[in-house]
């Protein structure tokens, strides 16, 4: 790891631990400096890259304040882990298990009219799609954000949205079939369909069959 790249982190570390005064202001340039061993150039450098992303803000004469510690930073955070590759496709398919499972579950008292619509178009389109292509692909990963959507809960839609180009890569390894999928198994059809029945139990089931078989398909690909 490049030394920008080390007070970067370090940096993202001590944003999410609220390692900065009561004004959110961080510790100034020298202090950085000294915690990390580097020169005062390598801390602008690393200052600068996170005020573009958005993490903090440099204001004159008074430091580098901290613009958001909540959701944003937290999504960006998770996405570093996926590029900077501390996580595997594995690891991304077992986060779906925890975070869509209890998401469905909650659909199923929580889904609107307009919600079960949009999931209904989507597996509509996977029905009659004749390949499964780029089309194909969005619609799956779609379907599954308007599900967690439904949900109404606003920290797992935002976790699922920091890792949507990483779900579709997903989509798309565990989806290399010379058929369709929805067509044979019917995988999302089962999930909206208890979704729309209200019934709790069964669609956290027909997730869990899915994501099951997604893991599967992976799996045998990443062994081969």
Do not use: W
Not at 35 to 53: C, I, K, L, N, Y
Not at 72 to 101: A, C, F, Y
Not at 187 to 201: G, K, N
Request: some cysteine; proline content about 1%.
């Amino acid at each position: 790891m490049k030394l920008v790249e080390k007070v970067q982190q370090g940096i993202e570390d001590m944003i999410l631990n609220k390692e900065y005064d009561e004004s959110r202001y961080l510790p100034s340039e020298g202090e950085l400096c000294r915690r990390f061993d580097v020169s005062r150039a390598t801390v602008r450098e690393a200052v600068r890259s996170m005020e573009v992303r958005g993490y903090v803000k440099r204001m004159h004469g008074k430091g580098i304040v901290v613009v958001d510690n909540s959701v944003k930073v937290l999504t960006r955070s998770l996405s570093d882990v996926i590029s900077r590759g501390d996580s595997s496709i594995l690891d991304l398919i077992e986060m779906r298990n925890i975070i869509e499972v209890h998401a469905a579950e909650m659909a199923a008292s929580r889904a609107t009219g307009e919600d079960l619509e949009k999931m209904d178009a989507y597996v509509r389109e996977m029905e009659t799609a004749k390949t499964m292509d780029d089309a194909y692909y969005n619609c799956d990963l779609s379907f599954h954000l308007a599900m967690v959507e439904a949900s109404k809960n606003v920290l797992l839609l935002s976790v699922m949205k920091a890792f949507e180009p990483f779900l579709h890569d997903v989509v798309v390894v565990s989806s290399q079939e010379d058929y369709c999928i929805e067509q044979k198994y019917g995988y999302h059809r089962a999930i909206y369909r208890a979704i729309a029945d209200r019934d709790a139990e069964q669609a956290m089931a027909a997730v869990r069959r899915h994501l099951k078989a997604t893991y599967d398909n992976v799996h045998m690909r990443i062994r081969s």
